[in-house]
T-cell receptor, first 112, second 112 residues
């Protein structure tokens, strides 16, 4: 069974631009969560989707948004990029809520 | 946000020895915990989990201990191998969703 896949793996943007990251969960998994990982802040929760509904949202500004499609694939969008948005963005999926959560390889976003 | 802290940011062990990685969590309502291993350039890899109704859980060469009285979690790795060198994170969850709070991580180095 294929693991969690994320595209693109690497991305370079400039300040003010927007970006969309994609995540395909493990087949059959309906819960998708997004995390931001930086050296200074560690792993921080962004949001979680289950059955196309956002269930939880972390403490991030409104520039960070996401959605989930009917096939459980998820996208996250960051608008008006700032230098501080440079990070590894990780997607994790689980079969159902409150179950083992498996991570993808991440998308490395660099904002110049 | 919640604080999930690791006692030691770095740990070096001899190959073949046992490793113990500790984690203190702050929320007594946390009911689900996961240990992850993250190698350079990769997403976190699920190692083992434990729910709050258990004190101990064993996997292949790994054991997780949960002490709810002092809000402490530990990961024991038996017969540590060079391939175990990585950063280890503990994560706690206390919501009905999949919102996890991660510790800062402990870097484990195995000395051949």
């Amino acid at each position: 069974k294929a693991g969690v896949t994320q595209t693109p793996r690497y991305l370079i943007k400039t300040r003010g631009q927007q970006v969309t990251l994609s995540c395909s969960p493990i087949s059959g998994h309906r819960s998708v969560s997004w995390y931001q990982q930086t050296p200074g802040q560690g792993l921080q929760f962004l949001f979680e989707y289950f059955s196309e509904t956002q269930r939880n949202k972390g403490n991030f500004p409104g520039r960070f948004s996401g959605r989930q499609f009917s096939n459980s694939r998820s996208e996250m969008n960051v608008s008006t990029l700032e230098l501080g948005d440079s990070a590894l963005y990780l997607c994790a999926s689980s079969l159902v809520v409150g179950n083992e959560q498996f991570f993808g390889p991440g998308t490395r976003l660099t904002v110049l | 946000g919640e604080s999930v802290g690791l006692h030691l940011p770095t740990l070096s062990v001899q190959e073949g020895d046992n490793s113990i990685i500790n984690c203190a969590y702050s929320n007594s309502a946390s009911d689900y915990f996961i240990w992850y291993k993250q190698e350079s350039g990769k997403g976190p890899q699920f190692i083992i989990d434990i729910r709050s109704n258990m004190d101990k859980r064993q996997g292949q060469r790994v054991t997780v201990l949960l002490n709810k009285t002092v809000k402490h979690l530990s990961l024991q790795i038996a017969a540590t191998q060079p391939g175990d060198s990585a950063v280890y994170f503990c994560a706690e969850s206390y919501t009905t969703g999949n919102q996890f709070y991660f510790g800062t991580g402990t870097s484990l180095t195995v000395i051949p």
